[in-house]
């Protein structure tokens, strides 16, 4: 099995469209959720807030009248097979290779594969079937399937980037991302990949947070600055986003042979399923401590090594409580690794979520620090007994966990090390 690195990212999120940028407001506790106008001006939608893409408008089902960074060259034709999600990619996938201190051209060959993550595009999706059912399908767009379906990343990006190796996608609710770099590092461990280009993307549109509403799982708070709060005793939901990050994964000494800047070493990964609810993870966090326990095992490393643990608390009632059972009958109670959830920051991106939470896990271990659990005022009682660190701290992680969990109990672990160079 050979060693895996990440050695370039690309950011489309709420904190920042770079990573200067959200680096500092992770470390900061700056949280990116706003009082959103469309939300507030529809008296049928019980909330008023979500966090918005900076630089992006892509409200709406036609993508000429979109507005996105003017950094990002892309012509008429190639924009109108795009979804939203597909948009903030492509900008995060170029900032990705040229961080990674590659040429686009470097990615287009059969050693490098394309890993992406995605739930589709709900808005593109109601755009093109409200006006197929309108005016029939002759006076229907050719590309409306390939901008709407889960897929969309998958059509758009390899065949405009001209990847010529593994090109696969994954659609597993919340756990999406994390499924698609867990596959992506199998791929360059076991050798059939030199490269993996990993691409989480979510859109940031109406169709699809609102929804959430209906499951009664969206905070109704009117209060950006306390709205989202995984691990308090008074939450009451979270907070919609979407954006994209991309992170490039190579075989270590690919990577070392031409210098490149390596973030972290990913130690290994692992997936279990609750087997339990459609929605509802177990109560007692089964799935996941079962999730953990097997990265630890398969990776060879102590429970006690673990010095950070990125959580997917979502600021949801049941969700905090399931996770935060699962971490205690792991690593017990006492002092123990740092926790956080930086969803009290961004919200939760969905099938986004994994991939731009390991971002921020890698971006500690660069820039020497641990991200903080903003917003919280009263620690749950379940979470009494874990280091739920409330401020960040200036000490970069040696070894950490990125947990995500997604619909019908799936889970997903992700384990980073400390690279002794970068």
Same mark, same amino acid.
């Given at each position: 099995?050979?060693?895996?690195? /990440?050695?370039g990212m690309?950011?489309?999120?709420?904190?920042?469209?770079?990573?200067?940028s959200?680096?500092g407001?992770l470390?900061?506790? #700056?949280?990116?959720?706003?009082?959103?106008?469309?939300?507030?001006?529809?008296?049928?939608?019980?909330?008023?807030?979500?966090a918005p893409?900076?630089?992006?408008?892509t409200?709406g089902?036609?993508?000429?009248?979109?507005t996105f960074p003017?950094?990002?060259?892309?012509r008429?034709?190639q924009?109108?097979?795009?979804s939203?999600n597909?948009?903030?990619?492509?900008?995060?996938l170029?900032?990705?290779v040229?961080?990674?201190g590659?040429e686009?051209?470097?990615i287009g060959? #059969?050693?490098? $594969?394309l890993?992406t993550?995605?739930? =589709? @595009?709900?808005?593109?999706?109601?755009?093109?079937?409200?006006?197929?059912k309108?005016?029939g399908?002759?006076?229907?767009?050719?590309? =409306?399937?390939v901008?709407?379906i889960?897929?969309?990343l998958?059509?758009? %990006?390899?065949?405009?980037?001209k990847?010529?190796g593994?090109?696969t $996608?994954?659609?597993s609710?919340?756990?999406s991302?994390?499924?698609?770099?867990?596959?992506?590092w199998?791929s360059?461990a076991?050798?059939?990949?030199?490269?993996a280009?990993v691409?989480g993307?979510?859109d940031?549109?109406?169709?699809?947070i /609102?929804?959430?509403a209906?499951?009664?799982v %969206?905070?109704p708070?009117?209060d950006?600055d306390?709205?989202s709060?995984?691990f308090?005793?008074r939450?009451?939901?979270?907070?919609g986003?979407?954006?994209s990050? /991309?992170l490039?994964?190579?075989?270590?000494?690919?990577a070392?042979a031409?210098?490149?800047p390596?973030?972290?070493?990913?130690?290994?990964?692992?997936?279990?399923?609750?087997?339990?609810?459609?929605?509802?993870?177990h109560p007692d966090?089964?799935g996941?401590?079962?999730a953990?326990e097997d990265?630890l095992?398969?990776?060879?490393?102590?429970r006690?090594?673990?010095d950070?643990?990125n959580a997917?608390?979502?600021?949801?009632?049941?969700?905090?409580?399931s #996770?935060?059972?699962?971490?205690?009958s792991?690593?017990?109670v006492?002092?123990?690794?740092?926790i956080s @959830?930086?969803k009290?920051?961004?919200?939760?991106?969905? @099938?986004?979520?994994?991939?731009m939470e390991a971002?921020?896990?890698?971006?500690?271990?660069?820039?020497g620090?641990?991200p903080?659990s903003?917003?919280i005022?009263?620690l749950?009682?379940?979470?009494?007994g874990?280091?739920?660190?409330r401020?960040?701290v200036e000490?970069?992680p040696?070894?950490?966990l990125s947990n995500?969990? $997604?619909?019908g109990g799936?889970n997903?672990?992700?384990?980073?090390?400390?690279?002794?160079?970068g």
């Amino acid at each position: 099995m050979r060693n895996v690195v /990440v050695t370039g990212m690309g950011l489309v999120t709420c904190l920042g469209l770079d990573r200067p940028s959200v680096s500092g407001r992770l470390r900061r506790l #700056e949280h990116g959720i706003q009082r959103f106008q469309p939300f507030i001006d529809d008296p049928k939608v019980p909330i008023s807030l979500a966090a918005p893409i900076p630089g992006f408008q892509t409200e709406g089902g036609d993508p000429e009248d979109w507005t996105f960074p003017s950094s990002l060259k892309l012509r008429m034709e190639q924009i109108r097979s795009l979804s939203p999600n597909a948009l903030y990619a492509h900008y995060a996938l170029q900032q990705a290779v040229a961080d990674a201190g590659l040429e686009l051209e470097d990615i287009g060959n #059969e050693r490098t $594969g394309l890993f992406t993550a995605s739930s =589709g @595009s709900a808005g593109m999706t109601y755009f093109h079937m409200e006006r197929l059912k309108r005016v029939g399908p002759m006076r229907c767009s050719p590309l =409306g399937i390939v901008a709407s379906i889960a897929g969309t990343l998958n059509f758009n %990006l390899s065949a405009m980037y001209k990847f010529q190796g593994a090109s696969t $996608g994954f659609v597993s609710a919340c756990a999406s991302s994390g499924h698609a770099m867990g596959y992506a590092w199998d791929s360059i461990a076991l050798g059939r990949q030199d490269r993996a280009v990993v691409v989480g993307a979510e859109d940031f549109t109406y169709e699809t947070i /609102v929804p959430f509403a209906g499951m009664r799982v %969206l905070s109704p708070s009117e209060d950006p600055d306390t709205a989202s709060r995984p691990f308090d005793a008074r939450r009451d939901g979270f907070v919609g986003t979407g954006g994209s990050v /991309v992170l490039v994964l190579e075989d270590e000494e690919t990577a070392l042979a031409r210098k490149a800047p390596i973030y972290a070493r990913m130690r290994g990964w692992s997936q279990t399923t609750d087997g339990y609810h459609i929605a509802a993870s177990h109560p007692d966090g089964d799935g996941l401590r079962r999730a953990i326990e097997d990265v630890l095992r398969t990776s060879g490393t102590e429970r006690e090594a673990i010095d950070y643990i990125n959580a997917h608390a979502t600021s949801t009632q049941a969700g905090d409580v399931s #996770e935060c059972r699962a971490l205690k009958s792991v690593f017990g109670v006492g002092k123990g690794p740092r926790i956080s @959830s930086t969803k009290a920051l961004t919200g939760h991106a969905l @099938s986004l979520s994994s991939i731009m939470e390991a971002a921020f896990v890698l971006i500690g271990i660069r820039d020497g620090f641990t991200p903080g659990s903003a917003h919280i005022s009263q620690l749950d009682a379940e979470a009494e007994g874990l280091n739920i660190i409330r401020e960040s701290v200036e000490e970069a992680p040696q070894l950490a966990l990125s947990n995500s969990s $997604g619909f019908g109990g799936a889970n997903v672990c992700l384990l980073f090390e400390k690279p002794e160079c970068g």
